[in-house]
């Protein structure tokens, strides 16, 4: 198996060091994600790059939540569904939506059940959703913006996910008491 490497400040290359200094002013360390993402300077930086992007969106936190931790489901991250599950958590998002979320089933909000039923959609089909989908999810609520915006959130996760399977990235003690296995049945 490849041995990737979890980067320091000391150990990043030159061109990721600036970005590792402002992942560190906004979450007080660099987590095990983008240490190994340093290893290729440009995907750390596209990556940040669209998380900074995303949280700009129209949709809520919950809202980008939502399509995180959906992609997250879809793509079968562990990493990123514990990361995106203690972020939630942070945010005060629902138990009863985060233990949904986890478990592929139902939300229990009609709002968050059409935006995660769409952001399925885009993961599982790569984009090829349908249009009755797409106006189902405008007829809940959302625009042909939020569309777009969830294109943008699964393709940040999209990376993330990848590089995570790649790498065999490890939890951080952050996420501590939300790891993940896919169930078996969803």
């Known amino acids: 198996m490849t041995q990737f490497t979890s980067h320091t400040l000391d150990t990043a290359p030159d061109a990721a060091k600036p970005i590792f200094e402002g992942v ?46 959906t992609a997250n489901f879809e793509n079968e991250c562990h990493y990123c569904m514990a990361g995106h599950t203690t972020l939630a958590r942070m945010q005060k998002m629902g138990e009863d939506v985060i233990a949904a979320l986890r478990a592929g089933s139902e939300l229990p909000d009609a709002r968050l059940e059409a935006l995660h039923r769409f952001a399925t959609l885009v993961v599982r089909n790569r984009g090829w959703v349908a249009d009755a989908d797409v106006d189902a999810f405008l007829a809940a609520g959302f625009t042909r913006r939020n569309v777009l915006e969830v294109v943008l959130g699964v393709a940040t996760k999209v990376m993330s996910n990848y590089t995570n399977h790649i790498t065999h990235t490890p939890l951080d003690a952050f996420m501590k008491g939300n790891e993940w296995s896919k169930p078996a049945v969803a």
Not at 52 to 69: A, I, N, P, R
Request: hydrophobic share 45%; glycine share 4%.
């Open 24 to 69: 560190k002013a906004a979450f007080g360390f660099v987590p095990n994600l983008q240490s190994y993402m340093a290893e290729s300077p440009e995907l750390l930086a596209g990556y940040t790059a669209l998380w900074d992007l995303f949280s700009k969106t129209t949709l809520t936190t919950h809202e980008q939540q939502v399509v995180y931790l």
